[in-house]
């Protein structure tokens, strides 16, 4: 049970002060759904604005304040473009107010023609006018107060201002208890770091380092605490030691020989199962290394031994396709191999769902339905889990507990987490590595190509196509909405089809899933050529027979992300190109991590690239989901705090491995905050 200490942080932001149903989606789009969210929602940066007595006082870019008369409302043609409030200077010099969406009714009531107003707001140039874009205030009077004020700037989405979240913020302030330290004393003594509750505060008045540092450190803390806790618990839980005789693997007939690591690898597997301790195991292995067959092998020697076992895959379009590999590659074992996903429904699901229960259906692929409460195994004994970064911890865990005793775990991976990640993400799994490509790969032929050239690369397509090979189209998710991102795939979709006709088939999010299924299956199976599609094809997905790759607005993915995607090619004995499509316009590091994607095909270097090139210096920068488990600690923070943070996990665990102790209950605190309370939950009394 969460100590009541931490309800009110806990509360529904519907319980905060002007927060109706209008509001709440814009606040769900953040993950701001409770109080909590609220508080850790901390400013990405902050702003301190120069009061300017008129505009050419002022240079583009900057922060001003600045007193205007509006002399004009224009509202767009079309409903989607912006309403612009053409205003004067003391100076007379003109400027735009520019409003997009919903914004333009705040627009009409703050800006009347003709009434002088101070308005504060980044100055820009859109073209051969000066604007500003949804200024942050507009006050009738006392403009001058505006001045070296230094506010926060919160990340936003559609429908949200930026008074408008600090409003909430400070609400959600107001609630925040003062909380038992969890830290270890001399620690937050070495590093002169203020309580929870006031880096909290601080953090949200301005730049304060210490306090950042302080909540990110908080926030790895809970992280390492949590998986030593499981770790721990695992290690008391009971197994099935499985020992496979060979005899279906003896009638595997792959149509390759295993490499050397893959060989290894399976020794290492074969190993853990025979324990009674669960196993707890990463592979981790780049795009192509060919982790489906370890992953088989392992499931039979579960088999053998007369046991089930489960492939988790993070995907519907994955998990569809692993079922069919595997129903292949293991049909002349006469394993039973079957498959129960979110839309398996009716006579089809009850016959699984009984053969599960029977133990007749021995390996069984899905999505996380395989888990659901009505799901029941006879003797599950393995769990792997695909494209494991995927998957949140608790998510892991929550399958840990199907079964009476604790199922061995194979987590895979094809993303290449450098050391300090690892740790972050995995504490000490022991890990397996496909350090070996199946031979006979060719490298990708990776070129950039600026987007003025689309013509010649849609000939390109088509060339590709007569002579009878496929290739995919990956159109980026970048804006707000995916909504946006859909119509931007559909757009570019519909001109695609002109040229090809039925060859093109579009994949995106918001298909229903029978579209989804329909549209991979023709790809799959050859009677489409061209795949156009959003990320939705990142994971997994293997049609040996495609060869080109064409990624669109290819500087807006992260470079682990570009890697997965071209990895959906080479994946046979024939060429591959993939064309990293680029705007007009890059930034020096876009630039450079471009070429780098044209220079390496090695997964741990980009991902250790990718890295360095986003920078540990942005303290406050954006991130990317996905690539952490963490929401305030930047990579910098990792790199510089987490091994302390686990080493204080480590003496906390030593000491009070039941967290009873002072210290411990205010660790229990720390686990339930940061929502790692499954670790609370392998304790007694948690
Ligand atoms: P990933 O590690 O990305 O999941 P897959 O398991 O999908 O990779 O394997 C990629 C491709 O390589 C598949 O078509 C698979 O059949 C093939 N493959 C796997 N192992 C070998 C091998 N030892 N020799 C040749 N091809 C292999
Ligand atoms: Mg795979």
Redesign the pocket.
């Known amino acids: 049970m969460r100590p009541e200490l931490l309800n009110p942080l806990f509360a529904e932001v519907e319980a905060l002060d002007g927060v109706g149903p209008k509001l709440k989606k814009p606040l769900t789009k953040l993950g701001l759904e409770r109080a909590r969210d609220v508080v850790f929602h901390l400013p990405e940066r902050f702003v301190s604005r120069r009061a300017v007595a008129n505009i050419d006082a002022a240079g583009e870019g900057e922060q001003i304040v600045v007193a205007l008369t509006p002399v004009e409302h224009r509202a767009s043609r079309n409903s989607r473009g912006p309403y612009r409030v053409l205003a004067r200077d003391a100076a007379g010099n003109a400027i735009a107010l520019t409003y997009f969406g919903r914004a333009s009714y705040t627009a009409k009531k703050q800006l009347p023609v003709g009434a002088k107003r101070w308005v504060a707001g980044k100055l820009e140039r859109y073209g051969d006018m000066l604007q500003i874009v949804h200024p942050d205030h507009v006050l009738e009077e006392g403009g001058a107060s505006l001045e070296h004020l230094t506010e926060p700037v919160y990340r936003l989405s559609e429908g949200l201002t930026q008074p408008m979240v600090a409003k909430l913020v400070a609400q959600a302030l107001e609630r925040t208890p003062e909380l038992p330290e969890w830290i270890e004393p001399g620690e937050v003594d070495r590093e002169k770091w203020p309580s929870w509750r006031d880096a909290i505060l601080l953090a949200h008045r301005g730049e304060h380092p210490a306090a950042r540092d302080r909540l990110a450190y908080d926030e790895m803390l809970a992280n390492s605490l949590a998986l030593m806790l499981v770790r721990a618990d695992n290690r008391r839980r009971q197994g099935t030691p499985l020992r496979g005789d060979g005899r279906l693997r003896a009638k595997l007939a792959l ?5 050397g690591a ?1 060989q290894r690898s399976i020794a290492e597997i074969e190993g853990d199962l025979a324990q009674t301790a669960p196993m707890l195991r990463l592979l981790q ?9 370890v992953a088989l092998e392992a499931m039979l020697i579960a088999v053998e031994a007369g046991a089930q076992a489960a492939l988790l895959a993070p995907t519907e379009i994955l998990a569809r396709q692993h079922f069919e ?1 595997l129903r292949r590659m293991a049909a002349p074992t006469g394993a039973r191999v079957e498959i129960l996903t979110g839309r398996d429904k009716g006579r089809a699901r009850e016959a699984v769902l009984m053969g599960l229960l029977d133990g007749s259906v021995e390996i069984l692929v899905g999505t996380h339905a395989i888990f659901q409460d009505q799901v029941a195994y006879r003797n599950l004994a393995l769990v792997a889990i ?1 494209e494991q970064h995927r998957f949140g911890v608790s998510q892991r865990l929550m399958l840990a507990g199907k079964g009476k005793r604790a199922p061995h775990v194979l987590a ?1 991976t ?1 993303t290449p987490i450098p050391r300090t990640l690892q740790l972050a993400q995995y504490g000490e799994l022991d890990v397996s590595k ?1 350090d070996e490509m ?3 790969r060719q490298p990708i032929d990776t070129r950039v190509v600026g987007i003025e050239r689309m013509d010649e690369v849609v000939a390109g397509v088509a060339r590709h196509l007569e002579s009878g090979r496929q290739a995919y189209w990956v159109c980026p998710m970048v804006r707000d909405s995916e909504a946006d991102d859909t119509a931007a795939a559909e757009a570019r979709f519909a001109g695609l089809q002109q040229r090809f006709g039925a060859d093109a088939v579009l994949v995106h999010g918001q298909l229903s899933p029978e579209l989804k299924d329909a549209a991979m299956e023709r790809f799959a199976s050859g009677h489409a050529k061209l795949l156009v599609a959003t990320t939705v094809i990142e994971v ?1 997905v ?1 049609v ?1 027979g495609a060869t080109l790759m064409v990624i669109e607005q290819a500087e807006r993915f992260g470079l682990a992300q570009l890697h997965q995607l071209r ?1 959906r090619v080479g ?2 004995a024939a060429k591959s190109v993939c064309l990293l499509l680029r705007s007009a316009t890059l930034s020096e590091t876009a630039r450079e991590r471009l070429a780098l994607m044209r220079e390496t095909q090695d997964g741990f270097r980009l991902a250790e690239e990718d890295l360095r090139l986003r920078g540990g210096g942005e303290l406050l920068g954006t991130r990317q989901s996905g690539d952490t488990p963490f929401q305030i600690a930047n990579i910098d923070q990792i790199s510089r705090l987490l091994p302390i943070a686990y080493d204080d996990s480590r003496l906390l665990m030593e000491r009070d491995g039941g967290l009873a102790g002072a210290r411990g209950e205010a660790a229990r605190l720390l686990l339930y905050l940061f929502e790692r309370d499954f670790g609370v939950r392998t304790l007694r009394g948690g």
């Open positions: 149509p390759f020989p295993l490499t893959q292995g780049d795009v192509g290394a060919g982790k489906t067959v590999t695909d895979m094809a496909l199946p031979p006979g997994g293997d040996p990895g994946r046979g």
